[in-house]
């Protein structure tokens, strides 16, 4: 039984589902505990508009295992839990009855956030936990099933994007061999290229700064860690030419053989993480970016805030 106050927010993602628990004093986060699994709610969602009933269930047993931890080991933090759902649950027809079975399993009632607050969410969470917060960032979430674009000058969120492609979406849609082929590689790059020049955003003199699984990973197998730490993996910088050189390697293996030989960083992503990495290395030529800052914020920080 823990004396302090401390608040926890779950994040329902295309891909993940991810656990924060932490104490809150003005505004700021002393992060306790950080949990991940990958149910892959979005499986299918692309095609279907569907969350289907196997994904709905392993996302239900993660919230279910969620609670039960924190019941053990925060009990103060239950009835304080917040639960924010994106782009999958947005996306699908059956939102509305997966939404309730997460209220009947678990008492915790989702907030379904739209693009724009998923935006807003993300980047104040991203630069919670940078040390040097003085530049104009440009956040960048590469998500299961959107990506969104989040702008701001230190801690103060400008505005925000939210385009519809991901990792699973992309690799859904356009990589179906495993391993994908050449033409299928050039169609997803034709794609996003295409997503981000139509929606294109003033983005000289700001900071990229980047969230979420896709880029967390690679900083963490780049650092050659054993386990993921946190605390190392934030604030590291990824080069672009580092993103192409996964790319070509990623892109001539089958997923199996990504998540042995990348684990376990890459286990439950072997299968969508060039997808997510060739959404990356697009924005970042696009924009002329040649590296980006790593943030182990997210929305789960930002709803906390």
Avoid: C
């Avoid at 030989?261 to 697009?282: C, N, Q, S, W």
């Avoid at 914020?297 to 709803?303: D, L, Q, S």
Wanted: proline residues 2%; aromatic residues 6%.
């Amino acid at each position: 039984m823990e004396s302090r106050k401390v608040r926890a927010s779950i994040d329902i993602g295309t891909n993940s589902v991810l656990l924060l628990v932490a104490e809150i004093s003005e505004g700021k986060l002393k992060i306790l505990e950080e949990k991940q699994e990958i149910p892959r709610l979005g499986r299918g969602v692309d095609q279907d508009r569907k969350l289907h009933p196997d994904s709905r269930n392993r996302v239900l047993n993660v919230l279910s295992d969620y609670r039960h931890y924190l019941e053990k080991n925060y009990p103060s933090s239950v009835d304080h839990t917040m639960v924010t759902a994106t782009s999958a649950v947005r996306d699908s027809l059956n939102r509305d009855q997966f939404l309730n079975e997460i209220m009947e399993a678990t008492g915790w009632r989702v907030r379904l956030l739209s693009g724009d607050a998923e935006a807003e969410t993300t980047y104040k969470g991203a630069i919670s936990v940078l040390k040097d917060r003085s530049h104009r960032f440009a956040v960048l979430d590469i998500g299961g099933g959107s990506t969104e674009i989040a702008i701001g000058s230190g801690e103060k969120f400008e505005r925000g994007l939210s385009l519809d492609m991901g990792s699973v979406r992309f690799s859904e849609r356009y990589l179906k061999q495993n391993p994908p082929l050449e033409v299928e590689v050039m169609e997803a790059r034709t794609a996003a290229r295409k997503l981000i020049k139509e929606n294109h955003q003033e983005l000289k003199s700001y900071q990229l700064v980047g969230v979420a699984g896709t880029v967390t990973s690679i900083a963490a197998i780049l650092l050659t860690l054993d386990f993921y730490d946190a605390d190392r993996v934030n604030g590291f910088k990824v080069k672009r030419g580092q993103i192409s050189s996964f790319i070509q390697e990623f892109s001539k293996m089958i997923a199996e053989d990504i998540e042995t030989k990348y684990a376990p960083f890459l286990t439950g992503r072997g299968d969508v993480i060039t997808g997510g990495l060739i959404i990356l290395e697009e924005f970042m030529s696009i924009y002329g970016f040649d590296e980006l800052t790593v943030s182990t914020g997210g929305i789960r920080h930002g709803i906390l805030i």
